[in-house]
């Protein structure tokens, strides 16, 4: 119902806050230590973070305080298993779901490739043809 960009509106965990009446449910975070400050902020009281990625570093800071206050919960998520993975492939097939793909490289231009999600130009998947 709502966009928020984040580069327009650095506050963007108040601005998800404000929109939903007193904060998310969940929050899938990718970015790490650069972005999890807006994840807690974006929370309601009992709310979850899923930590799926660090995309701007493997280390930094929690704000402690703020998320005690909100009673939260962080749990980190890691790839499954080749089971888990052909079973999500299946679903994927049977829903007919297609993922969202921004562009595609050959293998001789994989610096383009991460150059182009180095510049954080993107919408969707980068795909790396092998073929």
Do not use: C
Not at 2 to 17: D, H, P
Not at 35 to 43: E, G, K, P, W, Y
Not at 98 to 115: H, M, N, R, T
């Amino acid at each position: 119902d709502e966009v928020i960009n984040y580069r327009e509106q650095t506050e963007w965990g108040r601005r998800a806050a404000e929109l939903t009446g007193g904060g998310v449910d969940l929050v899938i975070e990718v970015g790490g230590p650069g972005t999890v400050t807006q994840s807690v902020r974006a929370l309601k009281i009992g709310g979850t973070i899923s930590m799926i990625g660090v995309l701007t570093g493997i280390s930094g800071e929690v704000p402690l305080a703020e998320f005690f206050q909100r009673n939260a919960v962080m749990a980190g998520i890691t790839v499954g298993s080749r089971e888990h993975q052909s079973a999500m492939t299946k679903a994927l097939e049977e829903w007919k779901l297609k993922p969202v793909i921004d562009s595609s490289y050959s293998l001789e231009q994989l610096s383009e490739a991460f150059q182009h999600q180095e510049s954080q130009k993107h919408f969707g998947k980068i795909l790396l043809d092998l073929s």
